[in-house]
């Protein structure tokens, strides 16, 4: 029996036989190259069957799992026509030397290469898709054929393209082990989607030897096809030909599971109230439009982040105020009146775009970054405002104004939020009133919670940064190790100031970063009084389950807040 661990990307306990679905070759082919015509003869006929089998997959994504979810391969087929891939790859040809399959595999490592250089998250999740369209093209042309199951088994492979994922019967898909991917993959996203069980970064042997422990490389590679394993995504562990008392304990822990999941279920309707009385509402944090669907199948009471730097990333130029106005419009309109916080623009550091031409910084953390941006190119900022405001007229929406440090900063951004309102009501636009909130991330505004809450209607803690800035750890560094504390002692404390503080001045607090999920402090929040907590979909109903058991006593209540956490009852259609 082969242990493994790895990390989950969709919570789920499974067993069953291994298909062993290997990377498509990108290596050179050994076809000899054609005329320069002949290929690119060639080239064209792939272009054009790979837009054929796009569309079915469309299709097939509609059907199964929603039409928000088949616009990812919506935007493939458009990829289709990009010039900076089918150009570039016809130019490839045309220099002559080359097959169009090889050529199609260069231009598309090259670009998924560059995606992967990023730092910021989202961007590297892009690479995906531009070896997904070349690869596809390049299978056309090298004759490949597509995987097809012929009975139910879990997947095992170094990664899944999107598209893989989808052309799979569903039906057949007991799990996934992926030695690569990461949570905001779209081969992630889709697992969540369909609710398979899947592992992520796993330490997947490519083979065994006859033990059942990993292959050296001098030993025989074996397929892992046939072998049978046993998938446990809720702790992160796989086993490879498991002995009997481990697949009795696997079956016992997904009975549990399935119980666990069932009663969490149940609780969507039912408010997050402590057994000592104390309400926390139970938000979502989203990063596009198209993550309400999940926010709602699993009764997120609102949204207490939509990162709205992901509209501006992965493009040559700003999003425009009728581009932004629709996108947040859709998710007020999908929530119903259940709230919406923005967060305003928060480009910078580990999030770059070209087109606002920042300068080289050698310590982006703590350059030129969110509201700072903002208020150094107010034209951008109020290009946001606006769609924000005219948006607010068509559901319950607040925004938030992220990496604060001082008072002068809030005064700023509300001077150009009435001029924004004065010049919507000169052109007879129509727009809402959202409420004022900051994001608390900086020991500064920590430090100043008090003064601050003064002059804004609610806070939201992003402990990601607060962690990072208090503790002087770069949360991206994996070799702190130890020295990266989420549960320090420093922060914590801030954590008790803010709530006590926010209430102090009438205003509620909350939290938007990764501590929210955390099992291990919820019974603090509570306790600190915190009002709201705002986690990935998919954990808002285990963390009310947990808000529901806790004996945790608030020690900071707040009553008459100036923004209302409750639904409203009317928005406007």
Same mark, same amino acid.
């Given at each position: ?27 050179? $082919? ?10 690119l ?37 458009? %990829? ?6 089918c ?7 045309? &220099? ?8 199609a ?10 995606f ?37 088994c ?19 898909? #007991? ?29 997947l ?11 050296t ?19 992160g ?17 997904k ?18 109230? $402590? ?6 509402y ?6 596009q439009?198209?993550?309400v ?17 992901f ?34 623009l928060?480009?910078?550091?580990d ?55 001082r ?17 919507? &009501?000169?052109e ?10 900051? %994001? ?13 809450a ?38 914590l ?11 102090a001045?009438g ?7 990764? #501590? ?19 986690? $990935?979909?998919?954990?808002? #109903?285990a ?13 900071s ?17």
């Amino acid at each position: 029996m082969y242990t493994g661990k790895g990390r989950c990307a969709c919570a789920g306990i499974t067993f069953g036989k291994v298909l062993h679905i290997k990377t498509p070759e990108v290596v050179a $082919s050994d076809r000899d190259c054609l005329s320069v015509d002949q290929e690119l003869e060639l080239f064209e006929g792939a272009l054009s069957k790979a837009a054929t089998e796009l569309d079915r997959l469309i299709e097939k994504a509609r059907e199964e799992i929603g039409d928000e979810q088949a616009e990812i391969f919506e935007i493939h087929r458009m %990829m289709l026509e990009d010039p900076d891939i089918c150009d570039n790859i016809r130019d490839r040809i045309k &220099k002559g030397g080359i097959n169009a399959a090889d050529a199609a595999v260069s231009v598309g490592k090259e670009q998924a290469a560059d995606f992967e250089a990023l730092d910021d998250p989202y961007m590297r999740e892009r690479a995906a898709d531009v070896k997904d369209v070349t690869g596809r093209i390049a299978r056309i042309l090298r004759g490949g054929e597509t995987v097809e199951l012929t009975e139910a088994c879990v997947i095992v492979a170094d990664d899944l393209q999107p598209s893989q994922t989808v052309a799979l019967d569903r039906s057949l898909i #007991l799990g996934f082990v992926l030695r690569h991917g990461t949570q905001n993959s779209h081969a992630s996203i889709l697992a969540r989607t369909m609710n398979i069980p899947l592992i992520i970064n796993s330490n997947l042997p490519s083979s065994l030897d006859g033990d059942g422990k990993a292959a050296t490389e001098s030993e025989e590679a074996m397929d892992l096809t046939g072998h049978t394993i046993g998938l446990d995504a809720v702790k992160g562990e796989f086993f490879i030909d498991p002995d009997q008392s481990t697949i009795t304990k696997l079956m016992a822990a997904k009975d549990a599971f399935e119980q666990q999941r069932i009663r969490q279920l149940a609780l969507r309707g039912q408010p997050g109230i $402590s057994k000592t009385g104390h309400r926390v509402y139970t938000f979502a944090n989203i990063g596009q439009p198209d993550d309400v669907e999940q926010v709602l199948e699993n009764d997120g009471e609102g949204i207490g982040l939509f990162r709205s730097e992901f509209l501006y990333l992965g493009r040559s130029d700003p999003p425009s105020e009728e581009e932004q106005f629709k996108a947040y419009a859709k998710v007020a309109s999908a929530m119903n009146g259940r709230l919406v916080i923005i967060r305003t623009l928060d480009i910078g550091a580990d999030k770059q775009v070209d087109y606002f031409d920042l300068p080289h910084e050698e310590n982006p953390a703590l350059g030129l970054r969110a509201l700072r941006i903002c208020l150094t190119k107010p034209e951008i900022f109020k290009t946001q405002l606006r769609a924000i405001y005219r948006a607010a007229a068509r559901g319950n929406i607040a925004m938030m104004f992220p990496m604060v440090t001082r008072l002068k900063e809030i005064e700023q951004a509300k001077a150009i939020c009435a001029e924004v309102v004065a010049e919507l &009501k000169s052109e007879n636009i129509e727009y809402g009133e959202p409420k004022i909130g900051i %994001m608390i991330e900086t020991p500064a505004a920590a430090v100043l919670s008090r003064q601050l809450a003064e002059h804004v209607d609610f806070f939201s803690v992003g402990t990601n940064d607060l962690n990072q800035y208090t503790t002087a750890c770069d949360r991206q560094n994996q070799n702190l190790g130890d020295f990266y504390d989420p549960h320090h002692e420093a922060v914590l404390e801030l954590l008790r100031q803010i709530a006590s503080n926010a209430h102090a001045a009438g205003i509620t607090a909350g939290i938007c970063g990764e #501590l929210a999920a955390d099992p291990e402090l919820t019974d603090k929040f509570i306790e600190m009084g915190y009002d709201e907590l705002s986690v $990935s979909p998919g954990a808002v #109903l285990a963390l009310r389950e947990r808000v529901r058991n806790s004996e945790a006593v608030c020690l900071s209540s707040l009553k008459n807040p100036k923004i209302s956490l409750d639904p409203v009852k009317k928005i406007h259609s």
